[in-house]
Structure formats: C-alpha cells, structure tokens
C-alpha cells in the first residue's frame, strides 16, 4: 500500500495489463467514461502500421482493448487525454500530443479531427487538451514549449482565435 489517510493505494499487477504486442515507452492520459471504463494513452517505444497508443479497459481493470483504425494517435509523444459528454449524451475524447498535434475522437479511437500547428506557432508542445462547460470550444495547455494557451472550435478543430500566457518571469 501506498498513501495515507483516505488516499491509500495498493498496486494490483494483474490490473491494466496492456496487450502483449504494446511496447510503451511512457504513460500519460487516463480518464473514465459513464460506464466506468477506463482509457489509457501512451507514447509507444516505436510506430509501425500496426501500433495503437489508445486502450480502453473495463470497470475492474482488465480486458485490455486497443483503440483506432490506424496508427494516427500514436505518432509524436501522445499525452493528456479528456473526455467530453456532448449534447445528446454522446461522448468524445481530446488529445493533446508534444507534436504540436491535438485530435478529437469517438470512444472506439476513429478519428473526428486533427489540429496540427504550423512551425511558425513556435515551440508548441500540447500537454492536455480539455472541452469548456459548453463544449463549443477546447482549451489546449502547453507545458513544455511556449507556455502558451490556445483556444480551438470543438466541431472541427479550427483555432477560434484565443490565446494567451507565454514564458516570462
């Protein structure tokens, strides 16, 4: 066990077992769903045709399940993951990636929209990357390039013309 006070933890090894053909070089994303079920992103050690950096476990932490129809999520240092209920009830996921990438996806891992910064933004690395109350809009966080804070339409991706912060004192 690990922890104190009501924040006590015990390391279960026979839970969130990744599938045998992951080779993962670092963990980033986690977050649950309204059944319970749990997503995990991760920077593979590598990427080939075949690799998904997106895996969705049950409640009870087992039956690891890759995510995606290709390698898309995978590419550049996947990092923060979010989960956004939509009007309607239908839930989506946000992912920031250091590769100056972020994507917006259903729960199955396909692909809605992918916002790839130009090199002329800078050093932008997205760390985390999270849908307002409203949903209309999605705040993406820079934690290790230009410090800065972007602001892009949930629909598609666009950048809604908000930013702010940058390195300083």
């Known amino acids: 066990f690990s922890g104190s ?4 933890y015990q390391y279960v090894p026979e839970k969130l077992v990744l599938p045998p053909e992951v080779k993962m070089k670092n963990g980033h994303g986690l977050c649950l769903d309204s059944q319970g079920n ?10 080939d045709e075949h690799t998904r950096s997106l895996v969705r476990f049950a ?5 690891a399940t890759l995510l995606g ?13 979010n989960i956004h209920f939509e009007k309607g009830g ?13 994507h917006k996806t259903t729960l199955d891992g396909q692909v809605v929209w992918t ?10 690395k997205p760390t985390d990357a999270v849908a307002t109350p409203t ?9 290790y390039g230009s410090s800065m804070i972007h602001v892009l339409k949930s629909a598609d991706g666009v950048y809604a013309g908000k930013s702010w912060g940058g390195l300083g004192a």
């Open 5 to 8: 006070g009501e924040f006590r």
């Open 38 to 47: 749990i997503y995990f992103t991760f920077e593979p050690e590598r990427v």
């Open 115 to 124: 916002q790839k910064w130009s090199p002329q933004m800078g050093n932008y």
């Open 69 to 81: 129809a290709d390698n898309a999520l995978a590419h550049g240092v996947p990092h923060g993951l």
């Open 135 to 143: 949903g209309d809009r999605v705040v993406i966080a820079d934690g």
């Open 90 to 102: 239908t839930a989506v996921l946000y992912h920031a990636n250091n590769d100056a990438t972020v």
């Open 59 to 63: 409640p009870d932490g087992t039956g």
